[in-house]
């Protein structure tokens, strides 16, 4: 068997076994162990309280040059808000996202990889009412290798039941393609109050090598039935960096459930 049919075999008894019990807990292996392999990841107490802390502090410096005014934002209306206070609260969100990402980038891949700094107002992409879309990308790099080239597409603000009937989507465009030879895909559900308190969940839904995708279309929305088990994920890495040899394969990965989108979706 080949590592990519491998890989597929066990990302859908992943999904499989996302949708048996009903609840998360039984079916989603998470490791506190750093740089071992995990499908979740939770943020809350301390941890989440300085990453809210950091986002808010960092979001006052930002917001003081807000972008242009969206053209679909609410006013004259006696619950609105001035922009700029509204654009600072979307910022505080893009940025527990950026260091939620960077956390489990680390916890689970260490040294491998290495972030990329991005500007965050240019990263953000707001709606035509000036509210942070639902889905992120962050570049990355590998430590070793920084020519190779690592994009962390995020869909935040979903649910478990999202994954369980592979509803949860992410946006590839033919650019992504080609400026990047990795694209990992991760899943962040909406905060809620459980027994730990305020708590925010990651889920590792898998990973794709850029030339195993193939599509004509500018935009296509991928889903986690198309992806590749995340276990495989820092083997695949450390084989670019080792340059080893991995049995070449001639499948394609052609998604099954494709959606294609508008040219000018973000």
């Not at 941890?47 to 502090?57: D, I, R, W, Y």
């Not at 009937?165 to 109050?193: A, G, M, N, R």
């Not at 495989?232 to 340059?243: H, K, R, T």
Request: proline fraction near 7%.
């Amino acid at each position: 068997m080949d590592w990519i049919s491998l890989l597929r075999a066990q990302q859908a008894d992943f999904i499989l076994r996302v949708k048996k019990p009903k609840t998360y807990e039984v079916s989603l292996l998470e490791s506190q162990a750093k740089g071992c392999h995990s499908e979740m990841m939770a943020f809350w107490g301390e941890t989440l309280g300085n990453m809210l802390e950091f986002a808010h502090q960092q979001s006052e410096a930002i917001a003081r040059n807000p972008p242009p005014l969206p053209s679909d934002y609410p006013e004259n209306t006696d619950w609105t808000i001035p922009f700029p206070q509204y654009f600072q609260h979307q910022v505080e969100d893009y940025l527990l996202r950026e260091q939620v990402v960077e956390r489990v980038m680390w916890e689970r891949l260490g040294k491998i990889t290495k972030k990329v700094a991005v500007d965050a107002t240019s990263n953000m992409v707001l709606d035509e009412e000036g509210t942070l879309r639902g889905e992120s990308k962050f570049p990355y790099s590998l430590t070793e290798e920084p020519n190779t080239k690592i994009q962390v597409l995020v869909a935040d603000g979903e649910s478990f039941n999202g994954i369980k009937k592979d509803k949860v989507k992410w946006s590839v465009t033919q650019e992504d393609l080609t400026h990047y030879q990795v694209l990992i895909f991760l899943c962040l559900f909406y905060p809620f109050s459980g027994q730990r308190g305020y708590e925010k969940q990651a889920v590792i839904a898998g990973f794709i090598p850029a030339h195993q995708l193939d599509f004509s279309e500018p935009v296509v929305s991928i889903y986690p039935s198309n992806l590749l088990y995340s276990g495989g994920l820092s083997w695949y890495l450390e084989s670019l960096i080792a340059n080893r040899e991995i049995i070449p394969v001639d499948e394609i990965i052609i998604p099954e459930k494709i959606q294609t989108l508008p040219n000018n979706h973000p």
